[in-house]
């Protein structure tokens, strides 16, 4: 995958030992990329691990001057001071999890739906995905809340479940759709003689093939629910069932939180969504663009 | 690769059977059902209560008919919303696309380090919106942030600290620079994507035309990209539209209504204001120019795949 065309070496007349000299702005710019990109996360880790009385002195050193990781011991013992991060992020473990059973079973349906031959209102139905994926989750919350605050739904993960899973439904789907389309229609046809129905077909012979498909949607789907703040800061009111996005939001209008015990908590709540994203990357951006890319 | 599978289907249609087919849409229909649920009919429920007067603590729901958008039209602070939601529409588009590109064909090159330097370049794309707010909330305090250092390294004349997010000048390019900190990432790998799968051939035919570096860009590979930036600038357009965690946690909407775009305006008008509504009304409004964008969307899109496939 990682073909590259290299216009310089293709294009370049100058002969060999100047062209170190005209990649100097290059390497300036790809240092100062990496900067910007970096610096803000360096910072947070830094102010994490260095003891807090050095972070509030000013000018802040911009190397740790001393390294005290028992800032990730107090976040977890469960002083009320300090955060509930513990229990909160147990809850959006419960929350991840329903929300991505919700969303593979779904998605499967969808994209099989979609990946086979065209029939009549697929376009409809793709549009609608597409108007559900772009809308903005702050102008259904009002409406929602209301029912659900009638139905008496609320303080529940299964109800925020369902909800989250409404809202990312439509990327998974374009993932898996992506995915199946690239299984070849001779496998398929070839199933179909052999005696296979399609749904079969589906279950013995695409899903295996779209396996890597499969767990980039659950890894959308469940770091999705993970990160969600708008529908678990409304749906949710009782302190000991708040996820983790609004335990750690409520915790910055807090003025006494230690600064280091909040970006603690926000960094133990990153280090799971950037390590399986950076994994699934390919998948994820080729979904969210919605068929803008092909691959 | 959709196109192509589409050219496949159709030439194998007419031996197919010619009965109807039901399975897709047996498929669809668990989706369909759910998302009518989910999103449809809360919109529903939005467009009737925007006819309606329902404020707690005012009596009962009322049918008042156009009066909201009557009070909408009229409402200096809804107008300030859309002038808001354009600002920051158009700042996030131009500094997270145009960072996006610059990225991917930086990426593009062959260098020392290309993979780390992608990895580094990833990461804010990868990182939550509610610890990017912790981090810059951080970074941008008044008393001990680190941006006073390179501030007053920079502009050694400042007497004191600025109020940064809490300046009423400030608070909008530092949302803009947050947002498209996250989102820039995405429309890097994007546009890369693209790049590397114009073909080599390309460049070598211009290189035997006597094409310079400039001239292949120019003549190869901004045709190839068009389509794509095109496409990325519209997503930009929605993406930015439903922007609410970052603006929200970090300014409130605030200082003086200064980020206070659309969404978070319909949010607090419901949730602060309790005049659910007229929140409903603003958010018709809102509705309104996520379904034009989208549309748009999707007819590039279309053509696009079109001329891909044909």
């Not at chain 1, 999705?224 to 983790?244: C, D, G, P, Q």
């Not at chain 2, 519209?234 to 930015?240: E, M, Q, S, V």
């Not at chain 2, 209504?257 to 929140?279: C, H, M, P, Q």
Request: with cysteine.
């Amino acid at each position: 995958m990682e073909k590259t065309i290299s216009t310089s070496a293709a294009a370049s007349p100058k002969p060999h030992r100047y062209r170190w000299l005209e990649r100097i702005p290059l390497y300036v710019l790809v240092l100062m990329f990496c900067l910007v990109t970096a610096f803000p996360i360096y910072w947070m880790i830094v102010s994490v691990v260095q003891p807090v009385n050095l972070s509030l002195q000013y000018p802040p050193p911009l190397f740790p001057q001393a390294i005290d990781l028992k800032v990730f011991g107090e976040i977890f013992s469960g002083r009320e001071s300090v955060g509930r991060v513990d229990i909160w992020i147990g809850n959006s473990l419960v929350l991840a999890t329903l929300t991505t059973v919700f969303s593979l079973v779904l998605s499967i349906f969808g994209a099989y739906a979609l990946a086979g031959r065209r029939w009549r209102g697929q376009g409809l139905f793709g549009l609608m995905l597409l108007m559900t994926q772009m809308l903005p989750e702050a102008l259904i919350v009002i409406p929602l809340y209301a029912t659900i605050d009638q139905l008496k739904l609320k303080d529940s993960f299964l109800t925020l479940a369902l909800v989250d899973t409404a809202f990312v439904l439509p990327i998974c789907i374009w993932i898996l759709k992506n995915v199946f389309d690239t299984i070849p229609n001779e496998i398929r046809d070839a199933a179909l003689v052999d005696g296979c129905n399609r749904i079969g077909m589906l279950w013995r012979i695409m899903l295996p093939i779209a396996a890597p498909g499969l767990v980039a949607v659950g890894v959308v789907a469940f770091f999705h629910a993970w990160n969600e703040y708008l529908f678990a800061s409304s749906l949710i009111s009782s302190r000991t069932m708040y996820t983790a996005p609004v335990g750690l939001g409520s915790m910055i209008s807090m003025i006494d939180t230690p600064i280091d015990k909040l970006l603690g908590g926000g960094l133990v709540f990153s280090i799971f969504p950037v390590i399986f994203y950076l994994l699934v990357q390919r998948y994820v951006v080729a979904g969210l663009s919605a068929g803008a890319v092909k691959g | 690769m959709t196109a192509v599978a589409g050219v496949n289907t159709q030439l194998t249609k007419p031996t197919a059977r010619r009965r109807r087919d039901y399975l897709p849409y047996l498929l669809a229909l668990p989706i369909i059902i759910y998302e009518g649920v989910f999103i449809l009919i809360p919109i529903l429920q939005q467009f009737f209560s925007s006819f309606t007067s329902d404020v707690l603590g005012m009596g009962p729901v009322r049918w008042v008919g156009l009066d909201n958008y009557e009070r909408m039209f009229a409402d200096r602070y809804f107008w300030n919303s859309l002038r808001v939601t354009l600002v920051f529409m158009v700042g996030t588009v131009i500094v997270s696309v145009g960072a996006g590109l610059l990225s991917a064909l930086l990426l593009n090159q062959r260098f020392r380090g290309r993979s780390v330097a992608r990895a580094v370049m990833t990461l804010p794309w990868a990182f939550p919106d509610l610890p990017t707010v912790l981090i810059f909330y951080w970074i941008l305090n008044q008393n001990f942030g680190v941006i006073n250092v390179f501030a007053r390294f920079l502009l050694p004349w400042l007497e004191q600290n600025p109020k940064w997010m809490f300046d009423i000048n400030l608070a909008m390019p530092l949302v803009v620079f947050i947002a498209a900190w996250k989102a820039f990432p995405f429309y890097g790998l994007v546009l890369l994507s693209v790049m590397q799968s114009i073909p080599h051939e390309l460049y070598e035919a211009a290189t035997v035309d006597g094409a310079s570096r400039r001239q292949a860009f120019r003549y190869v590979t901004l045709p190839e990209l068009i389509p794509t930036l095109m496409l990325m600038g519209i997503l930009a357009c929605i993406f930015a539209f439903r922007q609410f965690v970052l603006i929200f946690l970090s300014t409130g909407g605030g200082p003086a209504r200064a980020t206070e775009t659309l969404v978070i305006s319909v949010y607090k008008t419901a949730f602060n204001s309790f005049d659910f509504s007229y929140g409903a009304t603003i958010g018709v409004a809102g509705f309104a120019v996520v379904f034009a964008i989208t549309l748009a969307f999707a007819f590039l899109q279309r053509r696009q795949e079109a001329a891909a496939g044909g």
